[in-house]
RNA sequence: GCCGGGAUGGCGGAAUUGGUAGACGCAGCGGACUCAAAAUCCGCCGCCGAAAGGUGUGGGGGUUCGAGUCCCCCUCCCGGCACCA
């Protein structure tokens, strides 16, 4: 090599090396993906970035964690998928816009290209002629074309949709877009709009999506949780009350039938009042020429929907003055508005049994003097069979009053349950040690369903229902059906065209795909399609005449619903995907934020199953094992400013005031000198300003030291504190590396065979190989900091090779020699997934091989790892006292007699007896004495 | 409020899944080299104690020869959420 003078040195020049070691990857195209056939494959998939300017410590993390998978991996032997790519419509390209008077298309494509040499810096392993970008037509295109299949099939359609509209800039806001009720830019208050949008079925693949979570043994338990909740399946009856309520014009309401969704059809006899949503047609009814009524059902309307607030929230309603009947009883039921009852799910209306039901229960509590007695209908299933056991010795008859007060026993509430109504106290105490009752109950006081247990219950009760129309069982899901239509210039334009004569059209497959003019620049007052004549202006495909084209665009999840599959396909302008998609897929590891748990991971869920229907895949399930990396936190520093509001100051800003156990009390600010307060650790943010540039510490450390410290200073599960003096330590262990190896050229070249090994240097070869092992099974677990530490561990271990040189012009001991070149072999192995551009030039420099790459994953060798005698742990009592060593194969009786006749054993065997000798082979004696 | 995950030195975190608690690193302290500093290297480093020894994984109880690890109760912290009938 030419470059030789960077290695003879024996400082660490990483700028250099890490240039040349991705020279190297780029001119062999080392990261090209091939299936061969041969070998198993391994599609390793970070989630692609957003391209917002520049790469974040989140990125760097994400993308170190699927880099050292995959890197591993091909050294294991698989054939390796590593793709990148840019998750690149959305609305930061339009504030930008805004702000800059740039074309989104301009400022993204830059973006891209400053972040892709960021990436490249960083030395992953990708392949990057599988890169794409999800603004690029010959990818969107796919999108359209998909949505016009869904379309056909009736998963895609269309209705109104509400949507935050800004009076003032006549647009349409995101969510995020409104700040406190009003425009971010304007300021204005914000109206609810209806207007047309299109949804896509998902609900009509609920059953699957939560069903096949099961297929997902390789994702977090917490996930699929927060899915399976997400989808929110519940089994219940639906059924009605009837009523003879008419409207203002004398029109019999909703057919005379309120609807209500229970799942305790089985507690239908212990209803005592029905409640509705404050925006339900009965409570509107009602509100009117009732001021009180109305202004209360106002109130519910502006109330906060977040479950967090709510839960602690007062119950309220008040009664519509409204009769309807109940289905079995035809008793009179009274009609209320519930501020906990909510429109968007399920009729709207609920049912109350204030005995089975919490919510129901603090309802009936605060308004007890409006409401009938609480009636219970069910009890636990052991409770009834008690009872019966208890009648049958014909005993039972004690009154209810306990005389001393407390929770009832189950004996008590026996006696006493007959009493148990009319003397019941209102509290949530009494309710729950009495009537709160799980599924195992059984029906009592329900006339004919007396005696019934759960399932039956609900079965009679629906048949009885249904005999007379009034009800059938029903599966209710909380998933909705999933609004795509979004009213924004950058985005994937829907290929509809609007029609005076024949509707709307679908944009034929041939003309696709609808290209989105790319020279815009919106201005912050709606979408700049909407003006944009050369764009709406269009043919009719049907008729011919003249038409308007669609100007809404998709919602940006659609564009990473499916963009792993086409990595893994050749990008071909006739197919959505090819064949090599189905033997790529599925991705055998996916990595991102935990933000992504629900909406993206189930849309993608959602899409792949839609695209297996048409045939295009064969795969169930997109992503076989998820991994969900934590966030990257940094310390954050504020004060108070004069003006009362809060300051912040970067950590590099500050000194640090630690108090008398070490712990940050607080800082001063470098330049004053001012007292500045410790807020602890937080995300990296701007706004905190305790952000970390990756690119500084690419300078001033090299890409290695990055990798390493990101590997090492946590699993990568969990948060990861940001810590410079961390990452210094990471940038020492690298030149320590580096010396080490230029004290030992060649050392890879020297052929020689582990015979015999003198104690002294097996000892320390044994002490590499345990380390190895160790670090493979961490491996298997993805616990990379354990990894990293081995690799410390290993240095460590070399550098206390005994060197014994025996004079000037002596050769060393043949033993150091095996041990070191051995054992730098595994370290760079081992090491290589993490700091890949350090152990590429040493591997190559000290006459390893051409190219570690392709060298062997390490495994730890039997023959290394064997010794003769091994040291035991001796307890007493389970306190450890001493230790002794034997031979490997000693037998129980000899170790026995060894630890009894130990003499720092047999000071704690004095006055006592010995018991029992436990002996846990090759690890300790536990001696119990008494 | 409900669901999920946690709590181990001054700090980040280990503990091969019930068998030597504190690996590895950071910070700190002492020393070597240096005119000096930086860098580097060597040593010490849970707490109490002069030592012997004792004690110690958020708190309390339990199972076990043996518990950071398993079981029950409690406290606090983090993440998620939908008053879901």
Redesign the pocket.
């Known amino acids: 090599m030419n470059d030789t003078d960077i290695f003879m040195q024996p400082q660490y020049q990483f700028t250099e090396i890490e240039q040349q070691a991705q020279q190297y990857w780029s001119d062999r195209n080392s990261f090209a993906a091939r299936l061969d056939g041969k070998k198993p494959k391994y599609y390793c998939l970070s989630m692609f970035p957003y391209p917002s300017g520049k790469l974040h410590m989140g990125h760097v993390r994400n993308y170190t964690i699927g880099d050292v998978l995959s890197r591993h991996h091909r050294m294991l032997g698989y054939d390796v998928l590593q793709p990148m790519g840019w998750d690149a419509f959305g609305l930061p390209a339009e504030n930008a816009a805004i702000q800059n008077k740039v074309p989104p298309a301009k400022w993204t494509d830059d973006n891209i290209a400053y972040m892709k040499k960021q990436l490249q810096s960083l030395g992953f392993a990708i392949d990057w002629s599988r890169e794409l970008a999800t603004c690029k037509p010959e990818y969107y295109k796919w999108n359209q074309w998909l949505f016009l299949r869904m379309l056909e099939k009736g998963i895609a359609y269309k209705k109104t949709q509400t949507v935050n509209w800004d009076p003032v800039d006549q647009t349409v806001l995101a969510n995020e877009q409104v700040i406190e009720g009003r425009g971010w830019r304007t300021g204005a208050l914000v109206e609810k709009r209806e207007i047309p949008g299109y949804y896509l079925g998902i609900t009509q693949y609920a059953e699957q999506l939560l069903a096949d979570l099961d297929k997902l043994p390789g994702w977090p ?2 996930v699929k ?2 899915q399976a ?4 399946k ?1 089994t ?1 009856v639906r059924f009605a009350f009837t009523h003879d309520i008419r409207d203002t014009a004398g029109e019999l309401i909703a057919d005379g039938k309120l609807w ?5 059809a089985d507690t239908i006899m212990g209803v005592t009042f029905c409640a509705v ?1 404050a925006e339900h047609p009965l409570a509107m009814l009602a509100a009117h020429g009732n001021a009180e009524l109305a202004a209360f059902i106002d109130k519910c309307k502006q ?1 906060s ?9 007062e ?1 309220e309603g008040m009664d519509t003055g409204l009769k309807v009947t109940h289905p079995l009883t035809g008793e009179q039921v009274s009609v209320w508005v519930g ?10 209306a ?2 109350a049994v204030p005995a089975h ?1 919490e ?1 129901d229960f603090e309802f009936a509590k605060k308004y007890k003097d409006q409401l009938p007695a609480i009636k219970q209908v069910v009890e636990p299933f052991e409770l009834q069979d008690y009872r019966e056991r208890q009648e049958r010795l014909g005993k039972g008859n004690a009154s209810l009053n306990k005389p001393n007060s407390g929770p009832l026993t189950q004996n008590e509430y026996l006696a006493a349950s007959d009493s148990v109504i009319e003397n019941f106290s209102f509290t949530t105490d009494s309710w729950k040690s009495i009537y709160a009752s799980t599924v195992t109950s059984v029906c009592i006081n329900s006339g004919k369903y007396d005696g019934l247990r759960y399932e039956d219950a609900v079965d009679a009760i629906a048949a009885d229902l249904a005999a007379k129309s009034l009800g059938e069982k029903k599966t ?1 899901w ?1 998933l909705r059906d999933w609004g795509v239509s979004r009213q924004r210039y950058w985005g994937c334009p829907i290929p509809i065209i609007h029609c005076d004569n024949c509707g709307d059209v679908p944009v034929p497959d041939d003309q696709l795909p609808v290209k989105l003019p790319e020279d815009c620049v919106p201005d912050g007052s709606g979408n700049p399609l909407n003006k944009l004549d050369t764009f709406i202006n269009c043919v009719c495909p049907k008729c011919g005449q003249a038409a308007k084209r669609e100007t809404d665009t998709m919602d940006t999840f659609v564009d990473s619903s499916w963009y792993y599959a086409r990595y893994a396909s050749k990008f071909s302008p006739d197919a959505m995907v090819d064949a090599e998609t189905s033997q790529w897929m599925p991705v055998d590891q996916y990595i991102g934020g ?2 992504h748990a ?1 909406l993206h991971l189930l849309y993608s869920r959602f899409w792949s199953k839609v695209m297996r229907d048409m045939g295009l895949v064969n795969y169930d399930e997109p992503f076989a094992n998820l991994l969900t990396q934590g966030m990257v936190l940094n310390h954050i520093f504020s004060r108070r400013t004069d003006k009362g509001g809060i300051e912040y100051f970067a950590p590099e800003e500050v000194g640090l005031i630690y108090d008398a ?3 940050i009390e607080g800082a001063t600010t470098l330049a004053d000198g001012q007292r500045v307060d410790f807020q602890g650790m937080g995300t990296m943010s701007k706004s905190k300003r305790n952000g970390v540039d990756p690119q500084s510490l690419i300078e001033q450390y090299g890409a290695d030291t990055a990798r390493f410290f990101m590997m ?4 990568p599960e ?4 940001w ?1 410079e ?2 990452v ?3 940038h ?2 690298l ?2 590396i580096w010396a080490f190896a230029a004290e030992h050229p060649g050392i890879g070249q020297a052929g020689l065979v582990p015979t015999e090994i003198p104690q002294e240097f097996q000892k320390i070869r044994r002490e590499i190989h345990l380390t190895l ?2 670090a493979n ?2 491996l298997k ?1 993805q ?1 990379f ?2 990894v ?2 081995a690799s ?2 290993i240095l ?1 271990a070399l ?1 206390r090779v005994p060197s014994q040189k025996t004079g000037i012009g002596q050769p060393i001991h043949s033993g150091y020699q095996l041990v070191v070149q051995e054992g730098l072999s595994i370290l760079l192995r081992l090491l290589s997934p993490i700091c890949p551009h350090l152990t590429h030039a040493l591997w190559v420099e000290l006459g390893y091989g051409d190219d570690i790459l392709s060298a062997p994953w390490p495994e730890p060798l039997e023959a290394a790892l064997a010794q003769d005698e091994i ?1 035991l ?1 001796i ?1 007493v ?4 006292r001493a ?1 002794i060593t034997v031979a490997k194969d000693a037998d129980r009786a000899n170790i026995e007699q060894l630890v009894l006749s130990h003499a720092g054993v047999q000071k704690y065997l004095e006055g006592v007896s010995v018991k ?1 000798v ?1 002996v ?1 082979p090759g ?2 004696v ?1 001696v ?1 004495v008494g």
């Open positions: 338990e917490r949780t927060m909740n997400w989808i929110g519940s219940g209500v969704f229970t799942t305790r949503a109330g929907v977040m479950e967090a607030d709510m839960a602690t929230m119950k501020n906990y009852v909510l429109m968007s799910y399920g009729e709207g609920v049912m039901d919510r209710q909380r935990i933000e629900i156990n070490g712990k090492f200073a946590a699993p969990q948060t990861l504190e810590s003096s961390g210094e330590g990471s020492r262990f030149k320590r092992k160790q099974f961490d677990k616990q900091n354990t990293a530490s410390m561990k460590n550098e040291e742990v307890q009592n389970g306190k450890l230790s029992k436990i846990v690890k300790l536990n119990v």
